[in-house]
């Protein structure tokens, strides 16, 4: 009776599981990189637009999509720009303002087709996706440029890596602005901003550079990879607030010295930092779906014929790690840690490390993932010898156990106390077997972060129909591989690559000893499935690393049964002694 309790309570258990999983995953981790098609109302800026951002983020509606197109073209199309060209970064700077508002990111297309076309970064104010940086001082008692000031740039002006631009403006008083522009080859924008005093008295300005964004594009965030304002202050990075909280309290001024702030995605960020001076960080809501970082220097004075300056360098690209590395030692301090690693940064970082340069070394990251795992199992190799032999050990004392469990079946406490005496006198630790599995857990978790966090994971192939390991498994059983028209929910969206994961984990439960209990040996029989259903979701890359081990699991096991015919034997006995009971006790339901 307790036995058909237990298990109409563990069925129970796993239906709410299964089911309750089906939110969980849509939360924290959304499939939806296909923008969601939604009914007009009344026209394209009414439609319907979901709240939830995706993974990746970006526009979230066909709606906004097509009217950032139509907003976009308009707004380049008005002239009065400098052109960016770069390796890194491609676009162009407004003169109306001196902002930089259109950039798009050469090296990564928007989704896996080849002619999706670049990652737009920054769009132009009043698009809905807009993003961009800007420059500027301000004061009382001077006339300053505004955002409707108009700069000037010479002739044929053009922001290349060898090609810097200079931006200028005067005022009637003698006060002369400029901004000069550099770019690296990669996503990094050197901005120097000088005051030049040829008035008759002195003036005092406060330099400042900003990035305003809206949260439209946003990628989700999720309590482990942070979407939203970020930034470094007295060298101690800062993943919030988020945006909602930001929403909430309006203005949030951090303390301490600014290293640099700005705001990010799981793939993208934006970024100011100061360059060898002192700066505030502050992050604001403007409203609307409409936020801003802020760095504003000290109050400087210039002299009449003197002339003041102070740089800022803005990041705007892809969190490639070893390239925030390399701009962390060129003085931005703390820029590696962009990337939400997390508190296990100290092993996740050395397990990229090895899968990248597998990677380098075979051309693909899915070969690099199954290499990885050979790796990490054959280091693993001798722990799993030892809770081999132990495993061993405790087939061998289970008839001594059996006869305590039966001797002590009415005192469960003394019943405990003498199986603990008997693994002190036969040497055995019940728990070395489970060794190798927890030493798992790190690794597991640590691709699993690499996955979602590691642009360099983005958009690779693995064969056939994994053309993205950082996503889903697109193919779905439940219909037909796509050629039933719907999509299963994700708790159903049972794809070759879980049901894989199923199989070889069913397997691998297969050739471990009998449970003691029924009701755990019945457990292990279901967990397979039930990891298969919770897995189903997650990128295509974990899913191969953990069908990788579980093969190399079972070849183990079965490597190490040869080494150790008498469990083998052991197991057939046990083997025939449940099927034996079993027909016993179909006969018996059979008689009565």
């Known amino acids: 009776m307790d036995n058909q309790r237990n298990i109409i309570l563990a069925v129970l258990l796993t239906a709410l599981v299964l089911f309750g999983w089906d939110a969980a995953v849509g939360y924290f981790y959304p499939q939806a990189d296909t923008p969601t098609k939604v009914e007009e109302q009344g026209g394209a800026d009414e439609a319907v637009s979901p709240t939830k951002p995706t993974r990746e983020g970006g526009l979230r509606t ?163 990879v942070h979407s939203g ?76 014929r003197q002339q003041a300056s102070r740089t800022t360098r803005l990041f705007a690209g892809a969190k490639e790690h070893d390239l925030l590395d390399r701009y962390e030692e060129a003085g931005i301090t703390n820029f590696g840690l962009a990337i939400d690693w997390g508190w296990f940064r100290w092993f996740e970082k050395p397990i990229f490390w090895v899968l990248i340069s597998l990677f380098k070394l075979v051309g693909n990251f899915g070969v690099a993932i199954i290499l990885l795992t050979v790796l990490v199992r054959g280091i693993m190799f001798p722990i799993a010898q030892r809770g081999f032999a132990s495993m061993a050990a405790m087939r061998a004392i289970q008839p001594k156990m059996k006869a305590l469990q039966e001797r002590h079946k009415d005192d469960k406490q003394k019943q405990q106390q003498e199986i603990m005496k008997l693994y002190k006198e036969e040497g055995v630790n019940p728990l070395a077997g489970c060794l190798p599995m927890l030493l798992q857990i790190p ?72 449970q003691m209990d029924p009701m755990q040996q019945q457990m292990f029989m279901i967990m397979p499935w039930f990891m298969m259903f919770i897995m189903a979701p997650f990128a295509a890359g974990l899913l191969l690393y953990w069908i990788t081990s579980n093969l190399l699991t079972i070849a183990q096991q079965k490597y190490l049964y040869s080494r150790h015919p008498q469990l083998k034997a052991m197991a057939e006995k046990e083997a025939a002694d449940k099927k034996r009971a079993a027909e016993r006790d179909a006969a018996a339901k059979g008689g009565a």
């Not at 007295?234 to 309006?250: E, H, I, K, Q």
């Not at 203005?251 to 993208?268: I, K, L, M, Q, S």
């Not at 299963?488 to 000893?513: E, H, R, W, Y």
């Open 229 to 304: 304002p970020i930034g470094a202050f007295d060298g101690s990075v800062s993943f919030g607030p988020d945006y909602d909280d930001l929403t909430d309290d309006g203005t949030v001024a951090e303390p301490g010295r600014a290293n640099w702030a700005g705001f990010t995605d799981v793939y993208w960020m934006s970024a100011i930092a100061p360059v060898d001076a002192k700066a505030s960080g502050t992050f604001r809501s403007l409203g609307n779906n409409l936020f801003r970082a802020d760095l504003v220097y000290d109050t400087v004075v210039v002299q009449p």
């Open 62 to 224: 066909e709606s906004d999509i097509a009217l950032e197109r139509r907003d976009l073209k308009q707004a380049l199309a008005t002239g009065g720009r400098v052109p960016v060209q770069a390796p890194g970064l491609s676009g162009s700077i407004n003169l109306t303002g001196a902002v930089i508002d259109d950039l798009v990111i050469n090296r990564y297309r928007e989704t896996v087709e080849k002619d999706s076309g670049p990652v737009r970064i920054f769009s132009p104010q009043g698009t809905p996706a807009q993003q961009f940086a800007q420059f500027g001082w301000v004061g009382e008692g001077v006339a300053l440029p505004n955002a409707g000031t108009v700069w000037q740039a010479s002739e044929g002006a053009k922001l290349t890596p060898s090609t810097p631009v200079t931006l200028t403006w005067r005022n009637p008083t003698g006060q002369v602005f400029t901004i000069t522009l550099a770019i690296d080859e990669n996503y990094l924008i050197t901005a120097r901003q000088t005051l030049g005093n040829a008035g008759s008295g002195a003036v005092a300005v406060q330099p400042f550079a900003l990035i305003n964004r809206t949260d439209r594009t946003a990628s989700l965030d999720t309590w482990n």
């Open 443 to 514: 690794v597991f978790f640590a691709l699993y972060k690499t996955l979602i966090l590691a642009i360099e994971m983005r958009h690779q192939p693995f064969v056939l129909w994994i053309k993205d390991l950082s996503a889903p498994d697109p193919l779905h059983i439940l219909n037909l591989f796509g050629l039933l028209p719907f999509d299963p929910p994700s708790f159903l969206g049972i794809g070759v690559l879980a049901l894989l994961l199923g199989i070889t984990m069913f397997l691998q439960f297969k050739l471990n000893p009998a």
